[in-house]
């Protein structure tokens, strides 16, 4: 009798012991997943954070247009109290003006060209090669237009970057200054505006459309990259809980098999 009890308590003991090593599996499986997803999610945020000008591409020698450079702030304690966006003087853009916003001030630099640029008004020996923001605040959660005007875009390139300072509250100074290389977008990317070839009037239309016509093809663009983007992030979130939710099944199927102990006994 006594044998028989001793084999009893020994073997709930073992299903004890195993109940207990599957449940810290299941805490060890949340705990994994849950620090995925929100990587996953944290990662998606920081890559949409980025300056960006808008719209993405005109045609070459495009003329009076309107290019609107949006800056998020991606600081949860700071907020962004000054912009400068450089523009490239060896394709430089010819005839700048910069619209005022409230609570801005902007200080424009010109620069003298190392090649004048010949138009049907005469020769351009200077461009603007820098506008500088300050005075503003851009919040936590919060992002902020900069429209700049243009005469015309040159005509010799496939597109222009835009380097871009971002200077915080609390000093801190993100450098939006990379261009692209092989396709892949780099940490800090700059601004970039493709430049597209002419296609007779359709495309001078176009690039002498208003500000307003701009306006709708950039929120159209950016409502569809950042649907792509959100589904993408959503199946990768997804597919991490049903990995998981998969792996609790498993394991709680095991431990309640185990729990019942050997048929018979």
Do not use: C
Request: glycine letters at 10%; zero cysteines.
């Amino acid at each position: 009798m006594s044998s028989t009890h001793s084999t009893t308590t020994t073997a709930d003991s073992t299903r004890r012991a195993r109940a207990r090593a599957r449940a810290r599996v299941l805490r060890r499986a949340g705990t994994v997943t849950a620090l995925a997803a929100a990587g996953i999610l944290a990662a998606a945020g920081v890559a949409s954070a980025h300056v960006t000008v808008h719209p993405g591409s005109y045609a070459k020698g495009a003329t009076d247009g309107v290019l609107t450079f949006r800056v998020p702030n991606e600081e949860d304690s700071a907020s962004t109290t000054k912009v400068q966006v450089f523009l490239p003087t060896d394709h430089p853009l010819l005839g700048v003006l910069v619209t005022p916003q409230d609570g801005w001030t902007a200080k424009v630099t010109e620069t003298k060209l190392k090649t004048p640029v010949k138009t049907d008004d005469g020769t351009i020996t200077d461009a603007v090669s820098e506008i500088t923001w300050t005075g503003g605040k851009i919040g936590p959660g919060q992002y902020q237009d900069f429209d700049v005007a243009f005469g015309q875009l040159p005509d010799d390139a496939a597109q222009l970057a835009f380097k871009t300072l971002q200077t915080y509250s609390d000093g801190n100074v993100v450098r939006w200054i990379e261009e692209p290389q092989g396709g892949e977008e780099p940490e800090n990317p700059a601004p970039v505006l493709k430049l597209t070839a002419e296609e007779g009037e359709g495309a001078a239309a176009s690039a002498t459309g208003s500000k307003s016509a701009a306006a709708a093809v950039t929120t159209a663009t950016a409502g569809s990259d950042s649907t792509a983007r959100g589904l993408g992030v959503a199946g990768l979130v997804v597919g991490v809980l049903g990995l998981a939710a998969a792996a609790f099944a498993l394991v709680r199927t095991r431990a309640a098999r185990d729990s019942q102990g050997p048929q018979g006994s």
